[in-house]
């Protein structure tokens, strides 16, 4: 059983361009969440997603950010116009059908994004 | 909003050497989950032990202890035998009923040979 997928691992963009982070949870779960974890930092949550349909977003920043996790394919976490504070490595972990807190959030291994 | 709070920055252990890691939160909800994740050099968050907040027995892994104190809202970790393996970044984590995962600011831990 495949884990948690995450693409690409390393991703470099210049400030303005878009970045897209895709994480493929393992299979049978439908619950996923994103983190972001800045250098030298713990892992701060971002979004929590089920198909098609957004659980909580208390995370997010208000502005350049979103994620989709889509009926069928990969969720995916948007960013648009990054700046250099963007720069950071972001988790993808997914969790069984319940979301039921007993039950483990398996860890992708995550994508560092640098921004240049 | 829970917090989580763990307040050694780095801790050094001898190889085959007994540590605790410490970890404090704060909510006002009884019933929770707290985890330790430990975050290798490689950057994989591996899930090392997991403490449902009803029950009074505290968790143990192989070499992986917990000290549970509800009242206290204290988790500590502690390692037995401790291995080079061991060395990481330590992550305390709390998660309500449902959804997300709240972590601590990490633990650097040194084993030395």
């Known amino acids: 059983n495949a884990g948690v997928m995450q693409n690409p691992r390393h991703l470099v963009r210049r400030r303005g361009q878009e970045a897209r982070l895709r994480c493929s949870p393992m299979k049978g779960h439908s619950h996923v969440y994103w983190y972001r974890q800045l250098p030298e930092e713990g892992l701060k949550f971002m979004v929590y997603l089920q198909k098609e349909n957004i659980i909580d977003e208390s995370g997010m920043p208000k502005e350049r950010f979103s994620a989709e996790f889509p009926k069928e394919g990969p969720s995916i976490l948007r960013i648009q116009q990054v700046v250099r504070g963007d720069s950071a490595a972001y988790f993808c972990?997914?969790?069984?059908?319940?979301?039921?807190?007993?039950?483990?959030?398996?860890f992708g291994p995550g994508t560092r994004l640098t921004v240049t | 909003a829970q917090t989580v709070t763990q307040s050694q920055p780095e801790m050094s252990v001898q190889e085959a050497e007994t540590v605790t890691l410490s970890c404090t939160y704060d909510t006002s909800e009884s019933d929770y989950y707290l985890f330790w994740y430990k975050q290798p050099p490689s950057r994989q968050m591996i899930l090392v032990i997991r403490q449902e907040a009803y029950k009074q027995q505290n968790a143990t892994e192989n070499r992986f202890s917990v000290n549970f104190q509800k009242a206290a809202k204290s988790f500590s970790l502690k390692i037995s035998d401790s291995q080079l393996g061991d060395a990481a970044m330590y992550f305390c984590a709390y998660r309500s009923d449902y959804g997300k995962l709240t972590f601590g600011q990490g633990t650097i831990l040194t084993v030395h040979p």
């Open positions: 972990a997914s969790s069984p059908p319940s979301g039921q807190g007993k039950y483990e959030q398996y």
